[in-house]
């Protein structure tokens, strides 16, 4: 069992990775671009009609889901830290909607930018596939980590004539 003070040195790493990550995603995602595209003149509250539910092309999806994938373990690590494990999956992929959806709002008033809601259900998914590869990778260190400290290792001396069991105690 970890420490309060390993435990919230974990927390901190953890949410200072999360808010890198969320800089990032949001550098990359809400930097205006060169294309012709004005934003329409409506209220931020108005913003939300202007999200298009056009499908898209198979780079950009492929891009919007690979995009999350990493943010996805870096939120369920995060989330992991705080909930239970069980929901750490769940809070993840939440997190990846909330803010997916946020920056497809914000696109709207960004010129060069076409927010899609099919962006939204692809890093959705981006962060489903990254929150569960680190959670099954987790289980099974964590079974290795249970097999090893269950088993003593003997060991021997070339000669055989001196030996000594070692138990790893966590």
Same mark, same amino acid.
């Given at each position: 069992m970890l420490s309060r003070s390993h435990t919230r040195l974990i927390r901190q790493w953890t949410m200072i990775f999360c808010v890198l990550a969320i800089a990032g995603i949001c550098f990359g995602t809400l930097m205006p671009m060169p294309f012709d595209r004005t934003p329409p003149k409506v209220s931020f509250i108005d913003g939300i009609r202007f999200i298009s539910f056009e499908p898209t092309c198979a780079r950009d999806v492929i891009g919007n889901v690979m995009m999350f994938v990493p943010a996805g373990?870096?939120?369920?690590? /995060? *989330? %992991?830290?705080?909930?239970?494990?069980?929901?750490?999956? /769940? *809070? %993840?992929?939440?997190a990846a909607g909330i803010l997916s959806f946020g920056i497809e709002w914000a696109q709207v008033f960004i010129p060069g930018r076409y927010p899609s809601a099919i962006?939204?259900?692809?890093?959705?998914?981006?962060?489903?596939v990254g929150a569960t590869l680190v959670n099954i990778l987790t289980q099974i260190l964590a079974a290795i980590i249970r097999r090893l400290a269950a088993s003593p290792m003997r060991i021997e001396s070339p000669d055989k004539a001196t030996s000594m069991t070692l138990t790893i105690r966590l």
């Amino acid at each position: 069992m970890l420490s309060r003070s390993h435990t919230r040195l974990i927390r901190q790493w953890t949410m200072i990775f999360c808010v890198l990550a969320i800089a990032g995603i949001c550098f990359g995602t809400l930097m205006p671009m060169p294309f012709d595209r004005t934003p329409p003149k409506v209220s931020f509250i108005d913003g939300i009609r202007f999200i298009s539910f056009e499908p898209t092309c198979a780079r950009d999806v492929i891009g919007n889901v690979m995009m999350f994938v990493p943010a996805g373990v870096i939120f369920w690590a /995060t *989330a %992991a830290t705080w909930v239970r494990r069980a929901w750490a999956t /769940t *809070a %993840a992929i939440a997190a990846a909607g909330i803010l997916s959806f946020g920056i497809e709002w914000a696109q709207v008033f960004i010129p060069g930018r076409y927010p899609s809601a099919i962006d939204i259900c692809t890093n959705m998914f981006g962060a489903l596939v990254g929150a569960t590869l680190v959670n099954i990778l987790t289980q099974i260190l964590a079974a290795i980590i249970r097999r090893l400290a269950a088993s003593p290792m003997r060991i021997e001396s070339p000669d055989k004539a001196t030996s000594m069991t070692l138990t790893i105690r966590l």
